[in-house]
């Protein structure tokens, strides 16, 4: 069976099971996973053992057909299995420890202190920048909606105070939030998409916070212009008193704050510029370990709740295990995805792909694979889905492209922003919260976040061409 035809078949089973049947994303993604590896024939497996033996150096056809023997010895259950708990080594710690950072900034009052040093740095005037800059730099170690619970109530407040510019208010704290969300690792998503394409952690850190400055922009021009030209009320049932954004007692300083989140950013950085170097120091290794950089952030969380949290002990412990087992649902998905992902590259999709494309593969890929995580978004309504669906499609090219692997991660981030409307969750805790009417979130959110998403788009694009190895 053709492996494009298998990539249908999985990809139908992956969106039907959680459309038509409203399976968990978990079980979709291990059906469809387990359909791919029992459809898949032997002289795919072989030829797709062969092809990866061959792309790191040469190899002996004994060593080629011990490799092609011992794969298709393996039962199509044991293939999935694999991919699964190959995904779970690569990411499992990485996301418990980002679920952990989260519940601490969020439970230590460290949220509310960054949002409340960003608003006094810009001011009443400018509280629409503070939120737009509060949002996206939460939505790094935290999930978008807890984002938006975060910062709704304050942006309510600055509209009691102002009386104006609400609408302006909801727009940049979604804009800010949406795209860390699926651009800067360690949120699960961008998280597994690096993975999957073997792009560093620092890479994509930094490559997701230009592609982002990118798309907040535009996101920040489409809210100012959307508020100049209409009005949202604040409803009555929603109406906060004015001590919301007063600061509390106990909050800690802001360098501790950041603390958590700026840790692993300097850790891996400082790791990469080392080994770039060429520094042979015993401690290099562990610099450029992501594993130890987010347990050490993470431990500064611990740290920072112990002495500052606003719950007793007993609370505190709580609410860890709460986030512990949030993050262990989300790497059930991602560890599934990555067993998707493993039995489709062994029906040897890579090599059909180059076939069918020829020389454009390589600058086709991006659009490709913005697409393919766009119709996969629109379809089932999660960005993190839609992404972990997509990235097989995008490791595919890998051997075909003529820029870095950074920039199909980054084309994948971008295309799980449109088309956000009833089938997402996060439709619905934006409408929600602001006490928006289902059809102005349609008419002003869902356009700007498809937007940024093609903004996003335009940015990988020319950087791909600007800068193919950066």
């Known amino acids: 069976m053709h492996s494009l035809l298998l990539l249908l078949i999985g990809m139908a089973l992956v969106l039907g099971g959680i459309l038509g049947l409203r399976l968990h ?13 029992f459809l898949t024939p032997e ?33 199509p259950v044991k293939r999935v299995v694999e991919g699964f708990g190959e995904t779970c080594g690569k990411v499992g710690i990485l996301i418990a420890m980002a679920s952990v950072i989260g519940a601490c900034l969020l439970e230590s009052g460290a949220a509310q202190r960054i949002v ?35 910062l709704m109530p304050i942006g309510k407040a600055m509209r009691r105070k102002t009386g104006k510019n609400y609408l302006l208010y909801i727009l940049t704290i979604v804009a800010g939030g949406t795209m860390a969300h699926s651009l800067v690792p360690p949120t699960p998503g961008p998280l597994f998409v690096a993975g999957e394409l073997g792009v560093e952690l620092p890479t994509m850190m930094i490559a997701g916070f230009i592609v982002g400055a990118f798309a907040v922009t535009f996101g920040y021009a489409w809210a100012f212009w959307q508020n100049s030209r209409h009005e949202i009320t604040l409803p009555d049932e929603l109406d906060l008193p004015e001590g919301t954004i007063e600061k509390e ?13 700026i840790l692993p950013i300097i850790w891996l950085a400082v790791g990469s510029i080392l080994k770039v170097q060429g520094n042979a120091a015993s401690f290099v290794p562990l610099l450029n370990d992501k594993n130890l950089a987010l347990i050490a952030g993470a431990v500064l969380g611990l740290f920072m709740l112990g002495f500052y949290g606003r719950a007793d002990a007993t609370c505190q412990r709580r609410k ?8 262990a649902g989300i790497l059930l998905i991602t560890a599934a995805g990555g067993a998707f992902g493993a039995v489709l590259r062994q029906t040897g999709i890579g090599a059909d792909i180059a076939a069918m494309l020829g020389s454009s593969a390589s600058w086709l890929a991006l659009p490709v694979v913005f697409l393919v995580t766009t119709i996969v978004r629109t379809a089932q309504g999660s960005a993190t889905v839609a992404m972990i669906t997509a990235a097989p499609v995008a490791a ?26 009833m089938n997402d969750s996060g439709f619905w805790i934006i ?9 102005e979130t349609l008419r002003f959110v869902t356009p700007m976040m498809s937007l940024m998403g093609l903004v996003g788009l335009v940015a990988t694009l020319i950087g791909a061409w600007l800068f193919p190895m950066a």
Not at 27 to 37: D, K, N
Request: net charge neutral.
């Open 25 to 37: 994303a978990f079980l979709a993604l291990i059906g469809g996973a387990m359909v791919i590896a």
């Open 43 to 75: 002289n795919s497996l072989k030829r797709y053992v062969e092809t990866e033996m061959l792309s790191k150096g040469p190899a002996s056809e004994f060593d080629i057909r011990l490799a092609q023997e011992a794969m298709t010895e393996k039962t």
């Open 116 to 150: 409340q040093a960003i608003l006094a740095a810009f001011g009443v005037a400018r509280a629409h920048l503070a939120f737009l800059f509060s949002g996206f730099l939460l939505a790094i170690p935290v999930f978008f909606d807890t984002v938006f619970y975060l």
């Open 249 to 261: 007692a106990k909050l800690p300083p802001l360098v501790l704050a950041l603390l958590p989140v």
């Open 320 to 327: 860890i295990h709460e986030a512990l087992q949030s993050g």
């Open 396 to 421: 595919a090219f890998l051997p075909q492209i003529m820029f870095h692997p950074v920039y199909l991660a980054l084309a994948i981030g971008c295309g799980s922003k449109p088309i956000p409307w």
């Open 431 to 439: 409408t929600r919260m602001s006490g928006m009417k289902e059809s």
